[in-house]
């Protein structure tokens, strides 16, 4: 088309695309144009800001490395990491609602290997993590009708008295991570340290761009985890603590209600013994609910 106007531009690029002969990626591109057109139309878009957001995409690219992605920081501040996450685990009332992955999780990490197993009841404090806070977490695995699922994998992990990730310390070998397998009974249980609040990576355009919004940069403290059973639909969730500052302005908008716990202080001192912990400490009694695989409710009906 030669006779582009601001009128036509947007029904010229989408015939430009027309012929786009995967049905899926056709609707995505097409409404993808419509939408940023519109965009640009609304806020009648200048070429100093349009030059800002392609140097904010090369920054981006500039600061991501294999272990930190800088667009999936930006998609988790915008919303979309939480809103696609939504989206694509609708779970029934009563099953255990699914929350954004983050970026330190890891199957495993180069020289460091596979995440170490740790037997029900073991304990990941270790000599590193002392100056935490001591927790006790434990429930079961189990269907919405309370049946127990055996042999569930179970990833946790979690930032440590430090604050940091162990991925943000290689060089220092895993920390704070575990899997951990269901037997019969469907049961888990670890001793830890209470997971503290955090930062964003500060150092990259994303909270560059929300600290000049005057945003909050802080994620609420939580525990990360993952579980997978055979027939049953993959979970990816954390657990907060009631009471916790950021609850109500999570930076990636990963909180959900059922997923903020009390974290109660239990001071027995024989709880304590019996745990190899010292009283008080905190503990975590929660069950996570799995949902059947869509294949095996339909197998089963």
Same mark, same amino acid.
């Given at each position: ?112 290997? $596979? ?27 189990? /269907? ?16 440590? $008295? ?24 469907? /049961? ?16 990259? $355009? ?8 005057? /945003? ?9 985890? /993952? ?75």
């Amino acid at each position: 088309m030669r006779d582009l106007t601001e009128q036509n531009t947007t029904e010229a690029v989408l015939a430009a695309w027309s012929d786009n002969p995967d049905p899926r990626f056709k609707q995505i591109v097409d409404a993808m144009i419509s939408h940023l057109h519109v965009f640009v139309r609304e806020v009648q878009l200048t070429e100093e800001e349009w030059a800002a957001a392609i140097e904010y995409l090369h920054k981006c690219a500039d600061i991501s490395t294999p272990e930190r992605s800088e667009f999936i920081l930006t998609s988790d501040v915008l919303g979309v990491s939480s809103l696609v996450d939504t989206i694509n685990n609708r779970r029934p009332e009563g099953a255990t609602e699914n929350s954004v992955l983050g970026p330190f999780f890891v199957a495993e990490a180069g020289d460091l290997g $596979p995440v170490p197993e740790l037997e029900v009841g073991g304990d990941l404090i270790g000599d590193r993590n002392r100056g935490g806070d001591p927790t006790h977490v434990h429930g079961v695995v189990r /269907r919405r009708d309370g049946t127990p699922i055996e042999g569930a994998e179970l990833n946790f992990w979690q930032n440590g $008295p430090d604050g940091l990730y162990d991925m943000q310390e290689p060089d220092r070998g895993y920390n704070l991570r575990c899997r951990m397998f269901t037997g019969a009974d469907g /049961r888990f249980a670890f001793t830890t340290t209470k997971p503290l609040p955090y930062t964003i990576p500060l150092d990259g $355009p994303a909270a560059a761009m929300m600290q000049y919004a005057k /945003r909050n940069v802080w994620r609420p403290a939580h525990l990360h985890v /993952r579980i997978e059973a055979p027939g049953y639909e993959r979970l990816t969730t954390e657990i907060f603590n009631e009471g916790d500052e950021y609850l109500d302005n999570d930076a990636v908008f990963g909180v959900k209600n059922s997923l903020v716990l009390d974290w109660r202080v239990n001071e027995s001192r024989e709880d304590a013994e019996g745990l190899g912990l010292a009283a008080p400490f905190r503990e975590i009694n929660y069950d996570i609910v799995l949902e059947p695989a869509a294949e095996a409710a339909e197998a089963a009906e």
